[in-house]
T-cell receptor, first 111, second 113 residues
Framework: NAGVTQTPKFQVLKTGQSMTLQCAQDMNHEYMSWYRQDPGMGLRLIHYSVGAGITDQGEVPNGYNVSRSTTEDFPLRLLSAAPSQTSVYFC??????????FGQGTRLTVV | KQEVTQIPAALSVPEGENLVLNCSFTDSAIYNLQWFRQDPGKGLTSLLLIQSSQREQTSGRLNASLDKSSGRSTLYIAASQPGDSATYLCAVDRGSTLGRLYFGRGTQLTVWP
């Protein structure tokens, strides 16, 4: 049972580049979400989804895009990377409002 | 907006002590509260989940209590061990927007032998 899998683990981007952070879960969870973790700021919600085809914005959605075409996958797209998007990104999944399972994170640096 | 605060921000104790970590939240209309553990460079692992109708949950040496009306939760760690060293985060799930977690900034715990 793989749980929540995030790829890549590390990434360096140049300002203006775009990329997609991948997230997949094999637990048939309805709820999936993306958070970013910054020193001194805690985890902040970027986007979340309550099922395939349904997404909504969190606290800090600007500069990010998501879609949910399947139950298993919830990719996060950076449209035009900025240094302010340097962070550690976590994907999470859960049944409704149950125990949340987190991936190991993607450490992104934008130069 | 839901604000979650954790006190203390850091804690360093000798092995064997009993510990209390505190979490408070501003909006008492929560669905549940979770305590997580995060090791350096790793993801979060859920330790305990307390539903809003419950007062406490226990798992091994861990006990979490919830006082929803006063907006407080505590995580009690009995007989602490060096392996307990990690950052502990609490998060609340609001009833109006299930699946959205609001996190505190965490308590960084160091247990030395």
């Amino acid at each position: 049972n793989a749980g929540v899998t995030q790829t890549p683990k590390f990434q360096v981007l140049k300002t203006g580049q775009s990329m997609t952070l991948q997230c997949a879960q094999d637990m048939n969870h309805e709820y999936m979400s993306w958070y970013r973790q910054d020193p001194g700021m805690g985890l902040r919600l970027i986007h979340y989804s309550v099922g395939a085809g349904i997404t909504d914005q969190g606290e800090v959605p600007n500069g990010y895009n998501v879609s949910r075409s399947t139950t298993e996958d919830f990719p996060l797209r950076l449209l035009s990377a900025a240094p302010s998007q340097t962070s550690v990104y976590f994907c999470a999944s859960s049944y409704s409002a149950g125990v949340a399972f987190f991936g190991q994170g993607t450490r992104l640096t934008v130069v | 907006k839901q604000e979650v605060t954790q006190i203390p921000a850091a804690l360093s104790v000798p092995e064997g002590e009993n510990l209390v970590l505190n979490c408070s939240f501003t909006d008492s209309a929560i669905y549940n509260l979770q305590w997580f553990r995060q090791d350096p460079g790793k993801g979060l692992t859920s330790l305990l989940l307390i539903q809003s109708s419950q007062r406490e949950q226990t798992s091994g040496r861990l006990n979490a209590s919830l006082d929803k009306s006063s907006g407080r939760s505590t995580l009690y760690i009995a007989a602490s061990q060096p392996g307990d060293s990690a950052t502990y985060l609490c998060a609340v799930d609001r009833g109006s927007t299930l699946g959205r977690l609001y996190f505190g900034r965490g308590t960084q715990l160091t247990v030395w032998p």
